[in-house]
């Protein structure tokens, strides 16, 4: 239990963090580590849930009840280790994961510890029905956070909520007429690594160890992981060379 409270308090501090310097953070309200309130600069109120055990729909409606008749808006953050299925499994989901996903428009967000270094990253859930693919995301972008209202029309979930999304369902899309060409090579090089185009070194560096840890051939004897690291690899060090030097 104390590796658990631990890795859930690391994620919870970079949670904390990624806010700050998004400049999505305009006051602190209560930070209990495993829940976090907080206000965005527009004056949303914004309520933070690392969850790290088991989550039964009753106690996502609960919740969502509780914060929406308080006019606070709810985001999910999941261990994915305990919470979810595995990168690229195919998977029937549950009726609490099926309720997270379509809050957030196809994907869940979830936090990870890989050699003692916390990543927060969207996983989305690509398919149709109660059979998904699990996607694995790279990172969760912050300064995208917005607040909204969502009506679902579940068994069990019925009704309007007030969720805060990181935006994580859709790609990172780019019109190519607009773009010049080189624009567009580094465009696909930020796709590769599965960022946008504005993110910055720390961003690019964070999401290239997470896919190296996932498509090492190494570590994943996928046929396919090779072919997919030699990508990985070249989408890095383009982007670190047109970056230049630090």
Same mark, same amino acid.
């Given at each position: 239990?104390?590796s658990i409270r631990?890795?859930t ?10 806010l ?8 602190m309200l209560?930070?209990?580590v495993?829940?976090?309130l907080?206000?965005t600069p527009?004056?949303e ?6 969850i790290?055990s088991?989550?039964?729909l009753y106690e996502?409606?609960k919740t969502?009840t509780a914060?929406a008749?308080?006019e606070?808006y ?6 994915a280790d305990?919470?979810?299925p ?10 609490w994961?099926e309720?997270l996903y379509t809050l957030y428009?196809g994907?869940i967000y ?7 270094e ?5 996983v989305?859930?690509r398919g ?7 996607e694995?995301?790279t ?5 995208n956070l ?9 068994a ?9 999304d &990181?935006g994580?369902a859709?790609g990172?899309?780019?019109d190519a007429a607009?773009?010049? /060409?080189?624009? $567009?090579? @580094?465009a *696909?090089?930020y796709?590769?690594l599965g960022l946008p185009p504005?993110?910055d070194r720390?961003t690019i560096?964070k999401?290239?160890?997470l ?5 090492h051939?190494? &570590?994943n004897r996928?046929?396919?992981?090779h ?5 990985i690899? /070249?989408?890095y $060090?383009? @982007?670190? *060379?047109?970056?230049g030097?630090?």
């Amino acid at each position: 239990m104390g590796s658990i409270r631990y890795e859930t308090a690391y994620a919870s501090a970079l949670l904390v963090e990624e806010l700050r310097v998004t400049g999505m953070l305009g006051r602190m309200l209560h930070n209990g580590v495993d829940i976090v309130l907080f206000e965005t600069p527009r004056g949303e109120r914004v309520s933070a849930h690392l969850i790290d055990s088991g989550l039964p729909l009753y106690e996502i409606r609960k919740t969502l009840t509780a914060n929406a008749e308080a006019e606070i808006y709810t985001l999910y953050l999941l261990w994915a280790d305990m919470m979810l299925p595995a990168h690229g499994q195919r998977y029937q989901v549950d009726d609490w994961m099926e309720a997270l996903y379509t809050l957030y428009g196809g994907s869940i967000y979830a936090y990870e510890i890989i050699e003692g270094e916390p990543f927060l990253f969207p996983v989305h859930f690509r398919g149709a029905g109660l059979v998904r693919e699990a996607e694995f995301g790279t990172a969760a972008q912050f300064r995208n956070l917005t607040c909204r209202r969502v009506q679902t029309y579940l068994a069990g979930l019925h009704g309007e909520w007030w969720v805060a999304d &990181l935006g994580g369902a859709g790609g990172f899309e780019h019109d190519a007429a607009l773009l010049t /060409a080189v624009q $567009a090579e @580094l465009a *696909e090089h930020y796709a590769a690594l599965g960022l946008p185009p504005d993110a910055d070194r720390s961003t690019i560096k964070k999401a290239y160890r997470l896919l190296a840890r996932r498509y090492h051939p190494d &570590l994943n004897r996928d046929d396919a992981a090779h072919d997919q690291m030699q990508r990985i690899n /070249a989408a890095y $060090a383009r @982007l670190i *060379e047109a970056l230049g030097d630090d």
